[in-house]
């Protein structure tokens, strides 16, 4: 039973909609639910030992994020991005997520590099045990963070509430980088090369660059 098999004190701090929020995320980014998939709250609830109203108060959670959706008489579905809605993703990492690791490029120390890298190091770790869902947290883990250090508080806050999305996009390029696999670990070298020089205009350029060849393989595939 889902509450059975998660009840350390840390756990049972956290409401219990968001720790169920969390756990509906984790599937759909691990391919457990399917994009555009309608969500049975009976099944849902019995399978995980919970209340349908524990859940309906997690489905508001995702709803607010953008990753479900209720519709009037029909239920609720897990929402499925379209070439436009991918596109949209796209245009708000350029214009939030691109200027805001520029000012980070200008401020980052090197202990937050070394972080970098080791998260870097992770991703390499991830591909080669094949560890595709590992590899996508880690990797907006790496975009999160860079964000994060940037100081521009409605930057951060913007960006937080897309992290999802962009997450569950992601995870949509399982595929590619099964063949690509060292294209991922080459790209995110790259930029963090970029940041290293400590010039805002460089780094714009690689970031850009990164952003849109994601865009690209993504929207190949629809």
């Known amino acids: 039973m889902f509450i059975e098999h998660n009840q350390s004190r840390a756990i049972r701090k956290k409401p219990l909609g968001q720790f169920i929020a969390d756990e ?22 019995n399978e995980m ?15 607010h994020e953008g990753l479900v959706v209720n519709k009037a008489r029909k239920g609720t579905f897990l929402v499925e991005f379209k070439k436009a809605d991918i596109q949209e ?22 202990h937050q590099i070394n972080d970098l890298e080791e998260m870097i ?6 591909i080669a045990s094949e ?7 880690v990797d907006i883990a790496f975009h999160v963070f860079l964000v994060q250090l940037c100081g521009n508080s409605r930057m951060i806050r913007v960006y937080s509430i897309m992290q999802n999305q962009i997450r569950t ?4 390029l399982v595929n590619y980088y099964e063949v690509h696999k060292y294209e991922f ?16 205009l460089k780094v714009q350029e690689v970031a850009i660059s990164h952003i849109n060849h994601i865009y690209h393989q993504i929207t190949s595939t629809l």
Request: charged share 30%; aromatic share 6%; proline share 1%.
């Open 185 to 200: 670990c080459e790209e995110h070298e790259a930029l963090l090369k970029a940041i290293k020089t400590r010039n805002s």
């Open 24 to 45: 509906l995320r984790q599937r759909i980014w691990q391919g457990k639910f399917q994009l555009g998939e309608k969500v049975s709250e009976t099944e849902l609830s």
């Open 49 to 63: 030992g919970i209340s349908r109203s524990s859940l309906r108060e997690a489905l508001q959670i995702l709803e």
């Open 169 to 172: 996009v992601l995870s949509q």
């Open 131 to 137: 560890d595709w869902f590992g590899l996508f947290a």
């Open 121 to 126: 190091q992770e991703m390499k770790r991830c």
């Open 89 to 110: 993703i796209n245009e708000l990492r350029l214009h939030i997520e691109v200027p805001a690791i520029m000012k980070t490029a200008e401020i980052i120390e090197d």
